[in-house]
């Protein structure tokens, strides 16, 4: 997926536990960078577009992915909302369907992604846009600013995974007690859950759980 | 100010939290001090917030200065739990969130799976074509509690007997092909569970039939009844701008005349294949929002008569993926303990073959595998967009899950909705709405 990362065994059984001889494999997954042209679709005239009407294409915009009839534009933080601004008034992505996160502990310096679905109804098209930050620098700029419909999503994204939203207008715990720690949809966040009991014996809690990976 | 349990200095002055008492004691204390501003909490429990929806409201006199919601109080975790289940699991879980449109939901997470899996072009013809009639009566269960509701909450009871009369029926069909009435887990990547009973098929064309008569008389409860438009009519004003700006879809959005429904415009389960139209109204009020529900259920209506008529020329057609790699048993049968395994398929893996028996159990405990990668799947709920955002590393569990819900985004309208109209307002324009917290919270 991101960074050559590697996936070693087939039933995710660390140590001993693998008796069905097949825990020598290694699945390898590459990071496949941009997508060449064509991209088939609208996705050749959504990047000629944009690159017609944002000179610094080439300088804000890391990659260009096109995956499973989705295109997805990997956009450098800080050039985001000059790029949204494009997308929503030149390009007509009038709406955002909001922003999720996801969490990549291994991708060293990228591990937070904030990913936004966008939608142009007057061309009924598609775009995804991904941003990074690192862990220790959790902040991507808001863009409430730009479609106000963000404005719960950032603050939901924020709550669960701990990206600072920069100029959100009130960036705060939106599911979660205001004083709750740490940040549940992260990673390296316990599921919790507390084992069952039955007469003569327990089941433990769902992510202590002996399962296939 | 004995009635005030307490009061506190802020920077915008001193504010007074009323905790219960006596109305009259309150209002006229309130009366009798200088400053004119109140703040009201309402809800979490409160009859007319569709679940446990807080709103917070800053009113002068009866006019609301400002509002604010406070959300949170359903957060079941579901995105993450699903992380740590399979992927046909899942299902499981996420058809809780909105539970008023499980197979909304479910819909929704199985075509983002299938997208993953490269398998959408796979999906059995009748698999689409049930899916696409089982939504369509949970359409019509869904509006019919929203409109029941909606009526009850502005005082109109009768219309909340007939709607969840209507509702009991399509309840009874979903118990007759999935087992449940709600959160069947009936949809699942690949098809479907099971495949319909054989007098499904009659029993909803008999129920479409009384449906259409329910729906006529229904109308004429609240169509062109003069309270009713008094209490909706210019109430929870919010035009196409602002839909936008908010993301907002479903019908509040196309109560503002806007066309937008994904069935149309981005048809997914083969939806290009059935005449239906897209119902709009240009008045961006609660009576448009109400008269856009009253006559989708018409439009269900058809196109579930259409999905009959499929159904019919496909009988006997398989409703699973051929790739048994990924096929979840779909001969399922109910016994004398309840709905399960098919005992041909019992006798199958159990009697004549080990590689069967060792691929059910490899299936049912690993689950299959899914190429890493992301997708995302919009289907067009009762409520607006849905999507499900789908994240895999290549394993047998999803590595991410997030729902786009509608419910969420549609709720931050509220603020817009309500701010410079009057309390009593408010409860309309939630309800026209129609937030399910399952939704929002998840």
Not at chain 1, 151 to 169: A, C, K, L, S, V
Not at chain 2, 16 to 22: E, F, I, K, N, R
Not at chain 2, 49 to 78: A, D, F, P
Not at chain 2, 373 to 379: D, I, S, T
Request: aromatic fraction near 8%; proline fraction near 5%.
């Amino acid at each position: 997926m991101s960074e050559n990362s590697e996936d070693k065994g087939m039933f995710g059984v660390s140590g001993t536990g693998d008796t069905s001889g097949y825990g020598g494999l290694v699945r390898q997954q590459v990071n496949a960078g941009s997508t060449p042209r064509p991209y088939g679709s609208y996705f050749d005239d959504v990047t000629d577009e944009l690159e017609r009407a944002y000179p610094e294409f080439n300088d804000a915009i890391e990659r260009v992915v096109v995956d499973r009839g989705e295109l997805t534009l990997y956009i450098k933080r800080e050039k985001l909302v000059e790029v949204a601004l494009i997308l929503r008034d030149k390009l007509l992505f009038e709406v955002c369907l909001g922003v999720n996160g996801v969490h990549y502990p291994q991708d060293k310096g990228r591990e937070l992604h904030a990913i936004y679905p966008l939608l142009s109804m007057t061309n009924n098209r598609r775009v995804r846009l991904e941003v990074s930050a690192p862990d220790s620098d959790p902040h991507i700029p808001s863009l409430v600013e730009v479609w106000a419909g963000n404005n719960w999503h950032e603050r939901e994204t924020y709550d669960m995974f701990g990206i600072i939203f920069d100029g959100h207008p009130a960036l705060t715990r939106i599911l979660m007690p205001d004083d709750w720690p740490g940040y549940p949809q992260r990673k390296d966040y316990p599921l919790g859950g507390i084992p069952v009991e039955y007469i003569g014996a327990t089941v433990p809690a769902p992510d202590e759980r002996r399962s296939y990976r | 100010m004995s009635t005030f349990a307490s009061s506190r200095e802020t920077t915008e002055g001193r504010i007074y939290s009323v905790t219960g008492g006596d109305w009259e004691d309150v209002a006229r204390e309130i009366g009798s001090a200088k400053e004119e501003r109140v703040i009201v909490n309402m809800g979490p429990q409160h009859p007319s917030t569709h679940g446990v929806l807080r709103l917070m409201l800053e009113l002068e006199g009866e006019t609301i200065t400002e509002l604010r919601c406070g959300i949170g109080y359903l957060h079941t975790g579901i995105e993450k739990n699903t992380e740590y289940r399979t992927w046909t699991q899942g299902v499981t879980f996420i058809t809780r969130m909105d539970y008023l449109s499980p197979l909304f939901n479910e819909t929704a997470y199985c075509l983002a799976v299938e997208k993953l899996l490269n398998i959408t072009d796979q999906v059995p013809e009748r698999a689409s074509a049930i899916r696409v009639l089982m939504m369509e009566l949970n359409r019509i269960s869904s509006h019919m509690v929203a409109l029941g509701t909606g009526a009850l909450e502005l005082g109109a009871m009768a219309p909340m007997f007939f709607a969840f009369r209507e509702r009991e029926r399509v309840l009874d069909i979903f118990e007759m092909v999935s087992g449940l009435r709600m959160n069947m887990a009936y949809v699942r990547p690949g098809g479907v569970a099971q495949d319909l009973p054989s007098d499904a098929l009659s029993k909803i064309r008999e129920l479409v039939k009384d449906l259409r008569k329910n729906f006529k008389d229904n109308e004429k409860l609240l169509v062109g009844n003069t309270i009713w438009i008094k209490r909706t009519k210019d109430v929870g004003y919010l035009d196409l701008p602002g839909c936008i700006t908010l993301g907002i879809t479903g019908p509040v959005l196309r109560a503002t005349g806007m066309p937008w429904d994904l069935r149309k415009t981005q048809p997914y389960c083969s939806y290009e294949d059935y005449k239906f139209d897209v119902i709009t109204a240009d008045t961006c009020d609660v009576y448009g929002r109400f008269l856009i529900r009253m006559q989708e259920l018409e439009q269900s209506l058809r196109i579930i008569e259409q999905a009959c008529d499929k159904l019919e020329k496909l009988d006997g057609a398989p409703v699973m993926v051929a790739d048994k790699k990924i096929a979840w048993p779909a001969q399922l049968a109910l016994g004398g303990d309840g709905l399960g395994n098919s005992l041909e398929h019992i006798r199958q893996i159990m009697g004549t073959s080990m590689e069967s028996l060792i691929h059910h159990f490899k299936i049912v405990t690993e689950g299959f595998r899914v190429p890493a990668g992301q997708a995302y799947a919009p289907v067009e709920s009762p409520r607006g967009e849905l999507g499900a955002y789908l994240v895999s590393d290549g394993g047998t569990r999803p590595y991410r899950v997030h729902f786009r819900t509608p419910s969420f985004s549609n709720l931050q309208a509220t603020s817009a909705m309500c701010e410079g109209s009057l309390i009593a307002d408010v409860v309309a324009a939630v309800a026209s709405i129609d937030p399910v917290m399952g939704d929002v919270d998840r």
